[in-house]
């Protein structure tokens, strides 16, 4: 499954750059036409989306690698690096969104050729909206979190455009200039907390967090199925991590004491084969223990 799905997440990857590189033609098509401060920020933002594209890249083609002697668990943790990464420029866009916005607010001024720029700007963010819908989608089905993570950056994008928007439309309507800059820094504080979020959610597979709740329960009973009418006593000691699309998982297995070297063999094959049929991606290690070490607080297998 992971051979097979890596080279669709290297495409959309490439696809990102090539989408970011388009969509920043068009907004500073629009800044030039309208002289704009919102939209300067909102083009010279695009620049970031460029950047994290080509992040996500490098890291996919880090992650891809084999275990070496060296990182005897894979490279998959790189996706992650990749995330974090996008969540600072995120910020750092952000940072400047309000930078920007602080200079039109001390002053104020009208643009040229507002409606035709606006109608650039609105046509590049509907761009960006399909392919950071595209990226989030096909990023959790392949379960990536680079491609995830750039999906949700490219939807603040489309956020902080549609904000700009906004903010430029009621000025036209009021001749308020002011508005323009005030909406782009309530944008702004948005693709903060946009940015900590993915950032947040990199560092709990940096950190090794476990599965969610929902996963952990599938993984009890798969192994509870597994193992039913083979002899086997209980599973204790359940632990599980994530990196990328791998999901690690560990656990003692608990077997009558005459139990044949070989007949705990073959019931780890089989709970082994029955995890990664479900998780594709799945690593699994098994330690079996003799009857004496039951704890009678684990997974309980009805033989």
């Not at 750059?17 to 068009?26: E, N, Q, R």
């Not at 379960?143 to 928007?165: E, K, N, Q, W, Y």
């Not at 599973?235 to 699309?245: E, F, I, K, S």
């Given at each position: 499954?992971?051979?097979?799905?890596?080279?669709?997440?290297?495409?959309?990857?490439?696809?990102s750059?090539?989408?970011?590189?388009?969509?920043?033609?068009?907004?500073?098509?629009?800044?030039?036409?309208t002289?704009?401060?919102?939209?300067?920020?909102?083009a010279?933002?695009?620049l970031?989306?460029?950047?994290?594209?080509?992040a996500?890249?490098?890291?996919?083609?880090?992650?891809?690698?084999?275990?070496?002697?060296?990182?005897p668990?894979?490279?998959?943790?790189?996706?992650f690096?990749s995330?974090?990464?996008e969540?600072?420029?995120?910020?750092?866009?952000?940072?400047?969104?309000?930078?920007?916005?602080?200079?039109?607010?001390?002053?104020?001024?009208?643009?040229?050729?507002?409606?035709?720029?606006?109608?650039?700007?609105?046509?590049?963010?509907l761009?960006?909206?399909?392919?950071?819908?595209?990226?989030?989608r096909?990023?959790?089905?392949?379960?990536?979190?680079?491609?995830?993570?750039?999906?949700?950056?490219?939807?603040?994008?489309?956020?902080?455009?549609?904000g700009?928007?906004?903010?430029?439309?009621?000025?036209?309507?009021?001749g308020?200039?002011?508005?323009?800059?005030?909406l782009?820094?309530?944008?702004?504080?948005?693709?903060?907390w946009?940015?900590?979020s993915?950032?947040?959610?990199?560092?709990?597979?940096?950190?090794?967090?476990?599965?969610?709740?929902?996963?952990?329960a599938?993984?009890?009973?798969?192994?509870?199925?597994?193992?039913?009418?083979?002899?086997?006593?209980e599973?204790?000691?359940?632990?599980?991590?994530?990196?990328?699309?791998?999901?690690?998982?560990?656990?003692?297995?608990?077997?009558?004491?005459?139990?044949?070297?070989?007949?705990?063999?073959?019931?780890?094959?089989?709970?082994?084969?029955?995890?990664?049929?479900?998780?594709?991606?799945?690593?699994v290690?098994?330690?079996?223990?003799?009857?004496?070490?039951?704890?009678?607080?684990?997974?309980?297998?009805?033989s």
């Amino acid at each position: 499954m992971q051979t097979k799905s890596m080279p669709r997440v290297m495409r959309l990857a490439i696809g990102s750059v090539i989408v970011g590189l388009a969509v920043m033609a068009l907004k500073a098509l629009a800044w030039a036409l309208t002289g704009s401060l919102a939209l300067m920020s909102d083009a010279l933002e695009s620049l970031v989306n460029v950047a994290t594209a080509l992040a996500v890249i490098v890291a996919l083609r880090v992650a891809r690698r084999p275990a070496d002697s060296n990182h005897p668990y894979g490279h998959h943790k790189a996706e992650f690096f990749s995330a974090v990464l996008e969540g600072v420029l995120i910020v750092i866009a952000a940072l400047f969104i309000l930078h920007e916005a602080w200079g039109g607010f001390l002053a104020p001024r009208g643009m040229e050729a507002p409606l035709l720029g606006m109608t650039i700007n609105a046509a590049a963010s509907l761009i960006n909206g399909a392919w950071a819908v595209l990226l989030i989608r096909n990023g959790r089905q392949h379960r990536s979190p680079a491609l995830v993570a750039d999906g949700h950056h490219l939807m603040t994008d489309v956020i902080s455009s549609v904000g700009v928007l906004i903010g430029i439309t009621l000025a036209l309507l009021s001749g308020w200039w002011v508005l323009d800059p005030i909406l782009a820094a309530l944008v702004a504080l948005n693709i903060l907390w946009s940015g900590w979020s993915v950032i947040k959610g990199s560092l709990s597979g940096l950190m090794d967090e476990a599965v969610s709740d929902k996963e952990l329960a599938k993984i009890r009973s798969l192994i509870a199925e597994a193992a039913n009418g083979h002899a086997a006593i209980e599973a204790h000691d359940l632990r599980t991590r994530h990196a990328g699309p791998v999901t690690f998982i560990d656990f003692d297995l608990v077997m009558p004491g005459e139990t044949t070297v070989e007949a705990a063999h073959d019931l780890c094959d089989r709970i082994e084969a029955a995890l990664m049929e479900a998780l594709p991606d799945a690593r699994v290690t098994i330690h079996v223990e003799p009857e004496h070490k039951a704890k009678h607080s684990g997974i309980v297998v009805l033989s």
